[in-house]
């Protein structure tokens, strides 16, 4: 099993923006590249729900509720996914989670500690 390694959560306000990033164990240094990675949240009380993927040639989706306020990107030689998040508001509120993606976009591994995002006022 795999666990990604989440970090840059904190507490904003409304309005503020906050850089997640999702670090790759040594493990998988060699086969980082090719992954499509996903970053997902999940609120107290809320199903996890996927909120930007992005694949390993570049290609971004993300949820409509996110799509014009976060970017995920990546840094292959870091072997980092990251996620800017603009424009925070209260709803992002959640535990925000990356994963590895295999084949028909099901989660390839184990989920992680994650990394807490608190937009409160």
């Known amino acids: 099993q795999v666990q990604l390694v989440e970090s840059g959560g904190g507490l904003v306000q409304p309005g503020g923006s906050l850089r997640l990033s999702c670090r790759a164990p040594r493990s998988i240094f060699s086969v980082f590249s090719p992954l499509n990675i996903a970053w997902y949240r999940q609120a107290p009380g809320k199903e996890r729900e996927l909120v930007a993927k992005?694949?390993?040639?570049?290609?971004?989706k993300y949820a409509e509720s996110v799509k014009d306020r976060f970017t995920i990107s990546r840094d292959n030689s870091r072997k980092t996914v990251f996620l800017q998040m603009n424009n925070l508001k209260a709803e992002d509120t959640a535990a925000y989670y990356c994963n590895i993606l295999g084949e028909g976009d099901i989660v390839a591994q184990t989920w992680g500690q994650g990394t807490q995002v608190t937009v409160s006022s």
């Open positions: 992005i694949t390993s040639n570049g290609s971004k």
